[in-house]
């Protein structure tokens, strides 16, 4: 198995930029496909983007395509969610995931981080 934690998280206004960080542990993370997603209070939780297990191929939401991007540094065990031109609407609090399918569905990734909370808010 494979434990997963989340940093990063904060205030910030709208504009300004963040970067998460996921660090792995307790298995082979170059073989995994690595994941954000988020969840704002009341609502589901809604995916951000994914990175498959090499680094060749992302995928993004359409709310974040082009402000957002996930990068993995496998000789570190960490995955990194770059994002740029926040908007209040980004506000939630964000997951890491690790799983065996690349995939922007939640419940194909099988390991979760315990989140951090970004907040965007003037």
């Known amino acids: 198995q494979v434990q997963l934690v989340e940093s990063g998280g904060g205030l910030v206004q709208p504009g300004g930029s963040l970067r998460l960080s996921c660090i792995a542990n307790g298995g082979t993370f170059s073989t995994y496909a690595l994941g954000w997603f988020r969840q704002a209070p009341g609502k589901e939780r809604e995916f951000v983007s994914t990175?498959?297990?090499?680094?060749?191929?992302?995928t993004y939401a359409d709310s974040v395509r082009g402000r957002f991007t996930i990068s993995r540094d496998n000789a570190k065990n960490t995955a990194y969610l770059q994002m740029n031109i926040l908007k209040p609407e980004d506000t939630a609090e964000y997951y890491c995931a690790a799983g065996t399918t690349y995939s922007t569905i939640s419940r194909d990734y099988g390991y979760w981080g315990q989140g951090t909370q970004v907040t965007v808010s003037s």
């Open positions: 990175i498959n297990r090499n680094g060749g191929a992302t």
